[in-house]
């Protein structure tokens, strides 16, 4: 679940090769738990067939203002959609929102709407250079219209150049990001991120390890990017890992291989974010055979990790807002206090795991904030990415308060 879920999102598709593309997008929108309605033109059906998208999509298919039971489907779709995207957006599409003409369901319904609206353009370079269609876009712009891509890169027929749609993962970042208000108070900024549990091998196949998912860490790395911010994940499940523009992904192990990317990131870094649940303890000495069971139990000695937060506590470079997380069972607000002021942390995550729908694995989470200066917040149960968007919401109201803060968008 991210901020996607439960909004209405009215997909346009245009004619143009890209319209395949359009697919990837709209089953992306719907696992994030959007309500996709798709209305495709039709050129659109020329490229790509209805019964893909009836069969991804949250509602049937629309090609037409005349065949819906409702009598004005474009003011239904329009009024109804917390954001329209248009992907592809070909040259004619370009030419007939920016002149308000209404030939089709998909033009009539972006006359009717007055959510946010995204346009993907996507065709050959020639046409996308071509000064009216430069002028039609920079006018949209200019009209607060989001516009995606193109970029440059391999077209229909083997050309290249500008005019390829842009990437699936970039269009639903920008529907994310204009659906979160457009809010970029992290412009500028850089973020590091842990996520994920680390493991500690014991053999070449065993490790101890511990029931971390990533899900958290990976949604605070996809809104702070999302807000504009340059973000270091640094995670040990990097196939859960957000793949969205200005989120670069490290990929980690064991608490020393943690310890040593953040050592790496993080006197660059204004905030950071220890999101991993990282291991106390490791095996002192690991196998390099697979262990028999034949040879009976073994005894495994351990030896303490490093403690990687406490390390950033004392180490923080001037301004930099250090974020503790606190994985407890029981007396949550006293452990997790504990540790703010044993690990040197601006701001400790806590939540109760042992609460339904809270932590491992899950979707969702609800936390209390606790910081440094004594102040206190609970967040209710939501979706990760709401949590997400509290954490980084105390986080930088903390850099604000500690005097380097950025300018914070309404
Ligand atoms: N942490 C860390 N390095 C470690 C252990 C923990 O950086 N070797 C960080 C975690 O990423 C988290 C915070 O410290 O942000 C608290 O982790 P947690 O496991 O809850 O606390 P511990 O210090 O390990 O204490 P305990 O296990 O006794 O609760």
Not at 3 to 16: A, E, S
Request: charged fraction near 20%; hydrophobic fraction near 45%.
């Amino acid at each position: 679940m991210g901020d996607l879920h439960g909004r209405r999102i009215v997909l346009g598709v245009t004619g143009g090769i890209a319209a395949y593309k359009a697919i990837e997008v709209c089953r992306r929108l719907v696992d994030a738990g959007a309500h996709v309605a798709p209305v495709l033109t039709k050129g659109a059906l020329r490229f790509v067939g209805a019964a893909t998208f009836d069969a991804l999509a949250s509602e049937p298919v629309q090609t037409s203002l005349w065949d819906e039971a409702h009598p004005i489907p474009h003011t239904r779709l329009g009024q109804g959609a917390d954001v329209v995207v248009v992907c592809p957006a070909t040259a004619r599409l370009l030419a007939d929102y920016r002149t308000g003409r209404s030939g089709d369901l998909l033009t009539a319904t972006l006359l009717a709407t007055r959510a946010p609206v995204v346009v993907c353009p996507a065709m050959h370079t020639e046409m996308w250079e071509q000064p009216a269609v430069q002028e039609n876009v920079q006018v949209l712009a200019a009209r607060g219209i989001e516009v995606v891509g193109p970029e440059e890169g391999r077209l229909a027929g083997g050309d290249v150049g500008a005019g390829r749609l842009a990437d699936p993962d970039a269009v639903v970042a920008a529907v994310e990001q204009v659906l979160a208000g457009g809010r970029r108070d992290l412009e500028g900024r850089t973020v590091l991120v842990t996520a994920g549990g680390t493991r500690e091998p014991i053999c070449p196949v065993r490790y101890v390890g511990n029931r971390s998912s990533g899900k958290q860490g990976h949604a605070l790395a996809a809104e702070a990017a999302a807000r504009g911010a340059k973000v270091h994940c640094v995670t040990t499940v990097p196939e859960g890992a957000p793949t969205v523009p200005g989120v670069d992904v490290v990929t980690v192990e064991t608490a020393a291989e943690m310890a040593s990317a953040v050592a790496r990131l993080a006197p660059a870094a204004d905030y950071v974010f220890m999101a991993a649940a990282v291991a106390d303890f490791r095996p002192v000495e690991v196998a390099d055979q697979k262990l028999k069971k034949a040879d009976g139990p073994p005894e495994i000695q351990l030896e303490p990790t490093v403690d990687i937060l406490a390390e950033l506590g004392r180490r923080r470079s001037p301004g930099q807002v250090v974020v503790g997380f606190a994985a407890e069972t029981s007396d949550v607000r006293q452990n997790a206090a504990a540790k703010l002021a044993a690990k040197g942390a601006d701001l400790i995550v806590a939540n109760d795991v042992a609460a339904p729908g809270v932590g491992f694995g899950h979707d969702t989470n609800a936390v209390v904030l606790l910081d440094a200066d004594g102040g206190e917040r609970e967040v209710d149960l939501g979706s990760k990415r709401q949590v997400a968007r509290a954490v980084l919401d105390a986080a930088v109201e903390l850099r604000h308060r500690h005097g380097a803060g950025e300018c914070v968008d309404p």
